[in-house]
């Protein structure tokens, strides 16, 4: 049983387009976070929701919306793509949202700009 | 504001020799460490944390607050150690009863055999 499930796994699309990535933990988590780990393999926090709320959001330019229908889910949409926007991104999901508890990651999605 | 610093991008080492992957923190308040591994082809996972002062797969770290470092040794490494190793902190969210987790540049640990 997958805990934390990412798709898709690879993306590729042109600059401009508009793009989700979808999120989904069966873990029973009450917090999900969105990280972006860039070329260089540096893995920034994007966003935190718990409980649908959203927690962190760490000056992600807003063409980044993150979309919490539930608990369970953690979506990322990225509106007008950007050649830098090109990185994995992974989601995670925590018991709760202090920070103390493991967090469970996804694979990962790679999404290529072009 | 919580930062991680992992002074070393890339590690070799032998087989057999100890390791010691070195990670500093600046953190104003009292911070929660952690050692996250990802392994070739699979997730980012918890190696250990130092609250529960355990050794895993051979591997500890300590935490030393007047150095604000949190180290993380194996005395004897193998092969299967191989893999990228981040070490990550936990504070507080000013206001809140929140945390957020850091993580630091990563290091890329490959062991010869």
């Known amino acids: 049983d997958t805990a934390v499930s990412q798709t898709p796994k690879y993306l590729v699309t042109q600059m401009g387009n508009d793009k989700s990535i979808k999120c989904e933990q069966n873990l029973g988590h009450d917090t999900m976070y969105w990280y972006k780990q860039d070329s260089k393999k540096f893995l920034k926090i994007m966003f935190s929701?718990?409980?649908?709320?959203?927690?962190i959001n760490e000056t992600v330019p807003n063409r980044f919306s993150p979309k919490s229908p539930d608990k369970a889910h953690l979506n990322l949409h990225i509106n007008s793509l950007e050649l830098g926007d090109s990185a994995v991104y992974f989601c995670a999901s925590s018991q709760e949202g202090t920070g103390n508890t493991e967090a469970f990651f996804g694979q990962g999605t790679r999404l290529t700009v072009v | 504001a919580q930062r991680v610093t992992q002074p070393e991008k890339l590690l070799s080492v032998f087989k057999g020799a100890p390791v010691e992957l070195k990670c500093n923190y600046s953190?104003?308040?009292?911070?929660?460490l952690f050692w996250y591994v990802q392994y070739s082809r699979q997730r980012l996972q918890l190696l250990l944390r130092?609250?529960s002062r355990e050794s895993i797969k051979g591997f500890t770290a300590d935490l030393n607050k007047g150095e604000t470092s949190f180290h993380l040794k194996k005395p004897f490494a193998q092969e299967e150690d191989s893999a990228m190793y981040y070490c990550a902190l936990s504070g507080r969210i000013a206001g809140t009863s929140y945390g957020k987790l850091t993580f630091g540049q990563g290091t890329i640990l490959t062991v010869h055999p």
């Open positions: 929701y718990n409980n649908k709320e959203l927690i």
């Open positions: 953190y104003s308040g009292s911070p929660e």
């Open positions: 130092h609250i």
